[in-house]
């Protein structure tokens, strides 16, 4: 069974940056699409970013420019750099994995972490 374990969120002052890590264990994620969604209070989940197992990105319109995805095969981590951050970013982040092409739906993921909280301070 696939275990996704999120880390690297906080605090943060508006037009700070975070670094969030996704690590994956139980399988090698090499071949899986890899993606950050988030949900702040009230509101859906939403699409951040995806990385394909080929090194594709796609990126919501809100984070594009700001956030940058990135994978490490060898520590089966994925993560998300998050720069210029805002206080509409303020939200729990979640992880998720997929044997599917990239996708802004969360319903072709399989697998999901437990979240990690970010919130950005006006």
């Known amino acids: 069974q696939v275990q996704l374990v999120e880390s690297g969120g906080g605090l943060v002052q508006a037009g700070g940056s975070l670094r969030l890590s996704c690590a994956a264990s139980?399988?090698?994620?090499?071949?899986?699409?890899m993606a950050w969604f988030r949900q702040a209070p009230g509101k859906e989940r939403e699409f951040v970013a995806a990385?394909?197992?080929?090194?594709?990105?796609n990126y919501a319109n809100s984070v594009k420019g700001r956030f940058t995805i990135s994978r490490d095969s060898a520590k089966n981590t994925a993560y998300l750099q998050m720069n210029t951050l805002k206080p509409e970013d303020t939200a729990v982040y979640y992880c998720?994995?997929?044997?599917?092409?990239?996708?802004?739906?969360?319903?072709?993921?399989?697998?999901w972490g437990q979240g990690t909280q970010v919130t950005v301070s006006s």
């Open positions: 998720a994995a997929s044997l599917t092409v990239i996708s802004s739906s969360p319903r072709p993921y399989d697998y």
């Open positions: 139980g399988r090698t994620l090499s071949r899986y699409t």
């Open positions: 990385i394909g197992w080929r090194g594709s990105t």
